[in-house]
């Protein structure tokens, strides 16, 4: 082969993968763009403006009293109704948004952090620290993780700061797991092996090389694990062990209101919704993004 054929084929050769890595591209925007996904893009946004700015959204405040006017249902005045306490329902819900976000945001931040730096941890220590922390691992997975939460926050009282960290220690073992699994391929790969043979030092090679490329993939289960986290900070608040009164926070709302279904279903019914939709929405996300993540890698294994 000569020169200007080498030329030729590598040249139709860069082309074809700048065509193959151009389709992929296409493809990865067509799926996060679909109507579903698109929907579940809108909701979070909605979501997190109600979080930050509460105001854009309700102008009454949540926590203003008229029992004159209590347990009425939705109208153009209150779109959600009142509560027992003539509350706006409305404005409750809205203003419930940041708290709910924390705890679920916070919590599966904690997990995270925590999980990435145990998971690799062990895959880069002795033998004995990988055993002693796999087997902490195995014994908090044997809990399930609302109720190793429940015994968490117990122990710690209830509040928003308290939860938070009770659900994020309940989450833990599984990013404790997929992150060990992660940093146990990057610690066989080239580079890692190239940089301990160039003797660089363990520690530059634990967070320049291996700690870095095991987070990706804890990152895209993190907006999987959001979803649950809200969940289980709504059932927390649910049993009075998350946000106390009078804070707007969904899981005590539908607390507080499910004793007056059969007077009055609005008080209940939309936190319920709030949840449910919001729940929803991010395991859309999460799920879209996972199933890119995984075409990704297969594509680069190919």
């Known amino acids: 082969m000569t020169a200007v054929d080498v030329g030729a084929f590598a040249g139709t050769t ?4 700048g065509r193959v ?6 493809r990865d925007w067509v799926r996060l763009l679909r109507p579903g996904v698109a929907v579940a893009w809108v909701v979070l946004a ?15 405040p949540p ?44 919590s599966t931040l904690v997990a ?8 690799v941890l062990a895959a880069t220590g002795s033998r004995v620290l990988d055993e002693t922390i796999m087997r902490v691992t195995d014994i908090l997975l044997a809990f399930p993780g609302l109720l190793l939460a429940l015994i968490v926050v117990s122990v710690l009282g209830p509040g928003t700061g308290n939860a938070t960290l009770a659900i994020g220690i309940a989450a833990t073992p599984g990013f404790v ?3 060990r699994g992660q940093a146990l391929v990057v610690r ?17 090679i634990f967070l320049g090389h291996i700690l870095p490329n095991a987070l990706p993939p804890l990152l895209v289960f993190a907006t999987v694990n959001i979803g649950t986290a ?16 009078p804070t707007a926070e969904w899981g005590a709302m539908l607390a507080q209101s499910r004793d007056l279904l059969e007077i009055a279903w609005a008080p209940a019914v939309f936190p319920g919704l709030a949840v449910t939709v919001t729940v929803v929405a991010v395991n859309v996300v999460g799920r879209t993004l996972q199933r890119r993540f995984e075409g990704r890698r297969v594509d680069a294994g190919q």
């Open 112 to 119: 995270v952090v925590a999980g990435a730096l145990l998971g």
């Open 230 to 245: 809200i969940i289980a900070g709504s059932s927390l608040s649910f049993l009075g062990l998350g946000p106390q009164a």
């Open 21 to 26: 890595g151009a389709r992929a591209r296409t």
């Open 14 to 17: 860069a082309t074809g993968g």
């Open 63 to 106: 926590n203003a009293v008229d029992p004159v006017h209590g347990l009425q249902g939705p109208s153009a005045e209150h779109l959600f109704g009142t509560d027992q306490l003539g509350r706006d329902v409305f404005s409750r819900v809205v203003h419930g948004a940041r708290p709910s976000l924390l705890i679920g945001l916070g």
């Open 177 to 179: 797991r997929l992150s």
């Open 188 to 204: 066989e790969s080239d580079y890692v092996r190239a940089a301990i043979t160039f003797g660089r030092r363990r520690s530059g």
């Open 46 to 60: 909605l979501i997190a403006l109600a979080a930050l700015w509460p105001g854009l959204f309700a102008t009454d």
